[in-house]
């Protein structure tokens, strides 16, 4: 922008732009000789990408969905939001989130898996039940407790065949 009557002298300039931080500067002005001055304004956003493993869970800030990741907000307001992350068959993630104008960060998420529900059922009953060759009870068994993982399950009943 060329301003061609200002007057001559010492200046203090105040620049401000939507979406970007206002910034105010000090031009002196000692004759008529055009003069540029390049000020870079910061954005008043910040950028973040979102990651989580496992990939594909649902990111919301505030409340309001912005994908699933892996996600970038490229236009995140600066201050204080609430960031939700939630993924099927894992414990929702919740914090706040605080962002700061002209910041560009990683936001990664390790889910913790939900514990799986595991029923056993023989017949005849009263067959002894190993997982991953550790004796849990006997049949008919339930729990819904066990860790998420992938297990070896055995059945035995004097008798009978075993069953893995």
Request: charged share 20%; with cysteine; hydrophobic share 40%.
């Amino acid at each position: 922008m060329l301003i061609q009557h200002f007057p001559l002298g010492r200046h203090r300039v105040k620049l401000s732009l939507p979406g970007f931080m206002a910034k105010t500067v000090d031009a002196t002005v000692e004759d008529r000789t055009p003069q540029m001055i390049n000020i870079n304004l910061q954005s008043d956003f910040a950028r973040v990408l979102f990651e989580s493993k496992p990939v594909g869970a649902q990111v919301s800030i505030d409340g309001t969905i912005i994908g699933n990741t892996p996600c970038v907000t490229p236009h995140l307001a600066s201050g204080k939001h609430r960031l939700a992350i939630v993924h099927k068959g894992y414990l929702p993630y919740d914090e706040e989130l605080t962002a700061q104008a002209g910041e560009e960060r990683v936001v990664n998420i390790n889910l913790t898996a939900l514990p799986g529900q595991l029923s056993v059922v023989s017949i005849p009953p009263k067959a002894r039940l190993y997982l991953n060759n550790l004796y849990r009870g006997e049949t008919p068994f339930m729990t819904n407790s066990l860790p998420a993982d992938v297990y070896a399950i055995r059945v035995e009943l004097p008798g009978y065949a075993a069953q893995t």
